[in-house]
């Protein structure tokens, strides 16, 4: 298992928490400088799947500083709620959400991603922006998002990926394992932070081996969309009616 700290012997979700509280006031800027902006494209693209499905309710899992809850206000959803185990994401975001006087349509609290506290069959659908790489127990997590989705919903997944063809593989491996880190260590002060990110990249199973999974959960019209020659991929699943 590919955790933040290799010297601790927390578990993977407490280092993740703590890696996450440890960075937050400089994550945004980093998310953005680090991706050269790419990642709000990444965004828009896969909220647009959710659009004309009818999304009512919306649970936003990992929603850090609620950047893909934003987001996804403009499929005009009543309800959004968005969880993290990080204190000092959600403080980032609540401020944000504040600011954008958006806090009567966006909520944001403390939960575990693998025991969320919400009864069964309570959304419409769920969204999970480069956070299912980060699960302990990926299986868990998946199956406990299904449990809190209605029949029908949607599960909508954003995370990274390994490009797999010429030239976009190797310049993804360079720059992951020489300028991400470097940058990371420079700006967020937490070096461990951005090297787990392409660590965790690595070894999270990717493309087709995440759709086997998504599918042996429960998951049903499962898709899955690489974006920018593979740096990052969509998954949408949808629970059975």
Known sequence: MVVPYKNQSQGKKEQVAEMFNSISPKYDFLNHLLSGGIDIIWRKKAINLLKNKGI????????GTGDFAIEALKIQPEKIIGVDISQGMLDVGIEKIKKLGLQDKIHLQLGDSEKLPFSDQSFDAITVSFGVRNYENLEKGLSDMLRVLKPGGYCLILEFSNPRTFPMKQLYAFY????????????SKDPAA????????????????????FHHVGYENTQWIPMTGGICSIYLGQKSK
Not at 194 to 213: C, H, K, M, R, W
């Open 56 to 63: 009512k309710s919306l649970l936003d899992i990992a929603t």
């Open 176 to 187: 992951s394992k020489f300028i991400l880190p470097l940058l990371g260590k420079m700006i």
């Open 194 to 213: 951005y090297t787990y990110l392409p660590e965790s990249v690595q070894a999270f199973p990717d493309g087709q081996n995440f759709l086997d999974i």
